[in-house]
């Protein structure tokens, strides 16, 4: 039994089809393949139930995968450790955070970094999704709410304050009223957030014309004349054919956390980089 055949196996487990798991691995479709079927030979065990919607684990598969995450953590465990052994001001940091925050905030501070470390490779990953720090899928992580893995080291870095923007020279609503007002807001998924409440009690009587779980749509959606918008000011204020909107209260804004996995806390490279972080964005 080889490492790399539970690799595949933990792979198809989790994405559930050949093909998805191809991807996430790098890997070819028929190679994935012929990896699985040389770990069932060797457990002497069918791990899949073969379906038309996937890939579905066996009692024997179920028994494999608790043993295969736990093999995977060992595994992770060690190169972080060895990882944040390392002293020296070069190599990669991978980065993850939202579109816009990627975009807009940490942009300028990774460019300034990389004047002044011009050996370190930041790669900055900007998605909804967020990266797991325990399979090192990004060495530090942006996200707008505390960290629940038991292994982050993390701290509240900033808060976001936000407002309402329409497309410049459009009529502002009247705080209370909104009649007439389309309103570009979160996707239902998200319409619990905060700022998406907020917004409707202001504007009981307006419609909602578009909606996007993306701030960066949502800002463009309102330079364009869609409606109005509740964005972060970072965002807003820099869409040049926007201006804000005075509803008498803002809106509620939010925190923004940095965290890394606690194995990582002595590379060099990572505590230079979040040094910097710090000390041109802490509020």
């Known amino acids: 039994m080889q490492w790399s055949d539970l690799c595949v196996f933990l792979a198809i487990a989790r994405e559930g089809t050949l093909a998805a798991a191809a991807r996430a691995n790098g890997q070819s479709q028929p190679t994935m393949g012929r990896r699985l079927r040389a770990l069932e030979r060797d457990v002497g065990q069918t791990l899949f139930q073969r379906t038309s919607e996937g890939f579905v684990l066996t009692n024997e598969g179920a028994a494999v995968l608790a043993h295969a995450e736990r093999m995977e953590e060992e595994a992770r465990a060690l190169e972080r450790e060895m990882a944040g052994q390392d002293h020296h001001f070069d190599g990669m940091l991978r980065i993850s955070s939202s579109d ?46 505390p960290f629940d893995e038991p292994e982050a080291v993390s701290r509240r870095l900033m808060h976001m304050p936000y407002a309402v923007y329409v497309k410049t ?20 998924a998200h319409d619990g957030l905060a700022d998406a409440v907020w917004l409707k009690r202001m504007l009981p009587r307006s419609h ?29 204020d820099s869409l040049p054919a926007v201006e804000r909107v005075d509803l008498g209260e803002p809106p509620p804004g939010r925190d923004t956390w940095v965290g890394y996995h606690r194995d990582m806390r002595h590379l060099a490279r990572l505590r230079a980089l979040l040094g910097l972080v710090i000390d041109r964005l802490a509020s």
């Open 169 to 188: 020279g459009t009529v502002h609503p009247r705080a209370g009223d909104g009649t007439g007002t389309p309103l570009v807001t979160m996707d239902i």
């Open 100 to 145: 816009w925050f990627g975009a807009l905030v940490l942009t300028p501070v990774i460019a300034e970094f990389a004047t002044m470390q011009p050996r370190i490779v930041v790669e900055l990953i900007t998605s909804a999704r967020h990266y797991s720090l325990s399979r090192r899928e990004a060495d530090m992580v942006f996200k707008t709410r």
């Open 208 to 236: 909602i014309v578009s909606r996007s779980n993306d701030r960066d749509v949502q800002g463009r959606m309102c330079a364009l004349g869609a409606g109005a918008a509740v964005l972060p000011q970072w965002l807003g």
